[in-house]
C-alpha cells in the first residue's frame, strides 16, 4: 500500500525559508511522476511543482526561482526547499505520487493528475 508522509512543515517570516520531506513507502515504480501541491483556506489546490522519474521538474510561475524540488530515490524521499517566502505561501502543503507519469514543455501538475496523496503539512509565513 502507497503511503505519503510530508514533514517540515512550520511558522516563518516573510523572506525567511523551510524545507519540506515526502517519506514514500510501497511505491515501486520505477517510472513515476511526483509532486507537491497546496491548498490556502477558501482556495483550490493548486500544483507547486512536479518532478518525474528522469528527473525533469516543472513549477507554478508563482514558485519559479524560489521553490526547488527534488527527490532522493535511494530513500524514496521527496523534497521542496522554500526560499524567499512570502505572506501569500501560507497554506497546507501536499505530497502527491502517480505511476507512469512524466511530462513536457509548459505542462503544469493539477490534482486530476495524481492518484496517491498524502495527509498534508501546514506552511504559515508572517508579514
Known amino acids: 500500500q502507497v503511503q505519503l508522509v510530508e514533514s517540515g512543515g512550520g511558522s516563518v517570516q516573510a523572506g525567511g525559508s523551510l524545507t519540506l520531506s515526502c517519506a514514500v513507502s510501497?511505491?515501486?515504480?520505477?517510472?513515476?511522476?511526483m509532486g507537491w501541491f497546496r491548498q490556502a483556506p477558501g482556495k483550490g489546490r493548486e500544483g507547486v511543482a512536479a518532478?518525474?522519474?528522469?528527473?525533469?521538474?516543472t513549477y507554478a510561475d508563482s514558485v519559479k526561482g524560489r521553490f526547488t524540488i527534488s527527490q532522493d530515490s535511494s530513500k524514496n524521499m521527496l523534497y521542496l526547499h522554500m526560499n524567499s517566502l512570502k505572506p501569500e505561501d501560507t497554506a497546507m502543503y501536499y505530497c502527491?505520487?502517480?505511476?507512469?507519469?512524466?511530462?513536457?514543455?509548459?505542462?503544469?501538475?493539477?490534482?486530476?493528475?495524481?492518484?496517491?496523496w498524502g495527509q498534508g503539512t501546514q506552511v504559515t509565513v508572517s508579514s
Open positions: 502527491a505520487a502517480e505511476p507512469g507519469l512524466s511530462f513536457s514543455g509548459s505542462w503544469r501538475p493539477h490534482t486530476s493528475d495524481f492518484g496517491y
Open positions: 510501497g511505491y515501486t515504480y520505477s517510472s513515476y511522476c
Open positions: 518532478i518525474d522519474s528522469d528527473g525533469s521538474t
